[in-house]
């Protein structure tokens, strides 16, 4: 929450340090409070998973649960050490209902349940940490996966279920009926084939018959019956066991799923497909992808084959990309040409589209692609040879990659700023440079918001790998300053707040990862803009931004930057918090040394004194009151003089800002001692009857206007302004007619 002005009830006199003292001992014993709260919540939640496990809890006991592990979603990490306790109990139990064929799928879909919130929470890279990997698991996991599906009726659901009777009771016993989806059982028992998929062991080996320990074969688990149906799916053309047939069958189909099993089928193929026993069914799902994809959804008249691809191709494309991330290099690079029409085949179907996602994971396809062509090392080995020839492919990944920088939707923009900063990291020291160059060029005033946004990203990734020379860092200092003030009025509203959070990522990465004296002087460039936004920036996720990326010069960088440890220490995640604190107590302070009071003064003056924001305008005049005491002599000559002529400015905005401006100025410089001198003070006080005679009361913001004056007139009085007999008259007659 932020405010617009000064707190009426703050604490003045010697009891605002004891009061301030106080409130933060509260503060921090609430605090304290409430996570010893959250961590008996999540240890009592422990205790109901294992009696969910056991099949001995009620809905309320999983409602319980659900809902202590959706607290989390901010902060993930804190389930960590609980996560095993969470997930082993309810795998075994999935284990154990996998491999009995008469299990009441009931039972596996509220356990499933509680797996998926707990994916959903830490995701799925963590969780598949902890499922059991034993190959004697492949087989009743496939077998509980086609279950599922037999089993499930229209929408999606199991057969209606009393939760309220007794195990064994007849239908109808319990009173209340629920309703079971499947699709949480689905992703679950395929993120456990998406782990069981990698074991070292041929595949068909699982599928050979009852083992003397008494694992299950795939006949016996009923797999064969599926062996030739393909629902949509892929069609396998290749002598494969059933076991491996049925997830390539139900993978594909899940494909074109519009939920989450979509994404964790993809996942479950591109770890299937990279193994070496899967060269044959790697063929063929790249055909069936070519085939599918060629289809052109304008041909359809139904438009069924525009829904199809609506979901389609976003499975499709984060398939490919799970393929090139869990295969390797080797086994890959042979596919890579044949595959580089499929990536521009995806990126033009999902531009048709508009599919934010589908081109997110086309563009991530992409670039793992030209990352394979390169190899780990890529040509930078190669620096020194003139005869560097990179891959026609890579070339235009990279192109591909630079115009998506200017996507309208940020998971693009971000996407294909890691994918160049990945490529360059590959790339001779001189590609990488003109790359950098041409991410530099976004950075230009006839640039869209996007542009700006996507441009700053790219030279953050760039810096992180060390990527930006000396040259290059000295042309971005000044951009990347203007970035930080990046504000585009749009009607009603500005655009820019991601801009210039973009602008303290590429700081927090220059300094992060790089040193030597083109960094400093950089640094040194772009100090004074991270300072003005980390104290008056409108929007609070800027100012904590602008702050963390000072403190990491200041931690990085030594004694570059003066006064920096003074200056973090009032300026901070927490101080910065409030607007108004940071307005009107932190700014303040920094003001004091040299290197940063004038960049505030003039920020506030020429800036947020004209913004759209009234309340912002009206902190903006108060904070300018509160540097008076600092900067008094700066105040009363650069200041007056900007803000006298703009008090009868046309556009509403500047002129309400500037009166007020000088409104609360004017006391704050008699209240320093400083003395305007007689020309300004003669300018000031014309200024109300120039303001009647320009009849700027009346129209838009004639109200507001009205109240701008007022507000002035006040201040003149309080400081005795000098009026001459006629100026005293008019102004007299123009407050008397308000």
């Not at 003045?12 to 001992?25: D, E, I, L, P, R």
């Not at 496939?142 to 009777?165: K, M, N």
């Not at 063929?283 to 525009?306: H, I």
Request: proline share 5%; with cysteine; hydrophobic share 45%.
């Amino acid at each position: 929450m932020t405010t617009t002005a000064a707190d009426p009830e703050a604490p003045v006199g010697g009891s605002a340090a004891a009061k301030a003292a106080g409130s933060a001992a509260a503060s921090e014993t609430d605090a304290n409070a409430a996570r010893a709260a959250g961590k008996s919540d999540l240890v009592a939640a422990v205790g109901l998973v294992k009696k969910i496990a056991a099949g001995n809890a009620s809905t309320s006991d999983a409602t319980r649960v659900s809902h202590v592990l959706a607290r989390y979603q901010e902060q993930p990490q804190l389930l960590d050490p609980h996560l095993q306790s969470l997930v082993v109990p309810l795998m075994a139990t999935i284990c154990a209902l996998a491999r009995d064929p008469t299990a009441d799928l009931h039972r596996v879909a509220g356990v499933c349940r509680i797996l998926q919130i707990v994916t959903t929470v830490r995701g799925h890279k963590t969780v598949g940490n902890f499922v059991p990997h034993a190959p004697a698991d492949l087989v009743p996991a496939v077998g509980l996966l086609l279950r599922l599906e037999r089993s499930a009726g229209p929408g999606g659901t199991l057969p209606q279920h009393d939760i309220g009777a007794a195990p064994g009771a007849p239908p109808g016993a319990g009173g209340i009926e629920e309703v079971v989806t499947v699709w949480e059982s689905l992703r679950v028992v395929m993120m456990w084939l998406g782990v069981l998929v990698l074991i070292p062991f041929d595949l068909s080996t699982v599928d050979e018959g009852d083992k003397a320990d008494g694992t299950a074969s795939a006949s016996a688990a009923g797999l064969d019956g599926d062996a030739n149906a393909t629902n949509d799916g892929c069609a396998f053309s290749g002598p494969y066991p059933g076991v491996v047939r049925s997830i390539l069958v139900a993978g594909t189909r899940y494909l074109a799923d519009p939920g989450g099993i979509r994404d964790t089928a993809a996942v479950m193929l591109g770890r299937l497909l990279v193994r070496p026993d899967m060269a044959r069914a790697l063929d063929d799902f790249l055909s069936w992808a070519e085939a599918e994809l060629m289809v052109d959804p304008n041909d359809d008249p139904t438009g069924d084959a525009r829904r199809r691809q609506l979901f389609l191709v976003p499975g499709v494309a984060a398939a490919l990309a799970s393929l090139f991330k869990a295969g390797v290099r080797s086994t890959l690079l042979p596919l890579a040409a044949r595959l580089w029409p499929l990536a521009l085949l995806l990126a033009e179907r999902a531009n048709e589209s508009n599919n934010v996602l589908a081109r997110k994971l086309s563009l991530k396809f992409t670039q793992r692609v030209s990352l394979t062509l390169l190899g780990a090392d890529g040509a930078r080995l190669l620096a020194g040879d003139k005869e560097v020839v990179i891959a026609a492919e890579v070339e235009e990944s990279i192109q591909l990659l630079l115009g998506s920088l200017r996507d309208h939707d940020t998971v693009c923009r971000w996407s294909a700023a890691k994918g160049v900063g990945r490529i360059c990291a590959r790339l001779p020291a001189e590609l990488t440079a003109d790359v950098a160059a041409e991410c530099l060029a976004g950075l230009d005033d006839a640039e869209d918001d996007a542009t700006w946004h996507g441009s700053c990203l790219a030279l953050a990734e760039l810096a992180r790998r060390r990527l930006l020379d000396a040259d290059l860092l000295e042309s971005a200092a000044p951009v990347v300053a203007r970035a930080f003030a990046y504000d585009v009025r749009r009607g009603p509203h500005s655009v820019g707040v991601h801009v210039r959070d973009a602008a303290a990522y590429v700081v927090w990465a220059l300094a992060r990862d790089n040193d030597g004296p083109e960094i400093l002087r950089a640094i040194k460039v772009i100090a004074p803009a991270m300072i003005v936004t980390a104290c008056y920036d409108r929007e609070v996720m800027c100012r904590r931004a602008a702050s963390a990326a000072f403190q990491e010069c200041v931690g990085r960088l030594g004694g570059t930057l003066p006064h920096g440890i003074e200056i973090l220490t009032a300026a901070d995640f927490f101080t910065l918090s409030v607007r108004s604190h940071a307005y009107i107590e932190v700014a303040p302070f920094v003001a004091q040394f040299p290197s940063y009071g004038k960049p505030l003064a003039l920020h506030l003056v020429n800036v947020k004194l004209q913004h759209w924001d009234r309340g912002l305008r009206t902190l903006a005049a108060v904070g300018l009151a509160s540097l008076a005491s600092r900067l008094g002599d700066l105040l009363a000559t650069v200041a007056v003089d900007a803000l006298v002529p703009r008090a009868t400015d046309p556009v509403l905005e500047v002129r309400h800002g500037a009166a007020l401006g000088l409104a609360e100025l004017l006391p704050a410089l008699a209240a320093s001692g400083v003395v305007l001198s007689p020309e300004r003070q003669a300018a000031v006080a014309e200024l109300i009857p120039a303001i009647e005679k320009a009849r700027l009361y009346r129209g838009k913001g004639g109200e507001i206007m009205r109240s701008a004056v007022c507000r002035l007139a006040e201040g003149m009085a309080r400081v005795g302004h000098p009026l001459d007999q006629p100026t005293r008259k008019r102004t007299l007659a123009s407050l008397d007619e308000r």
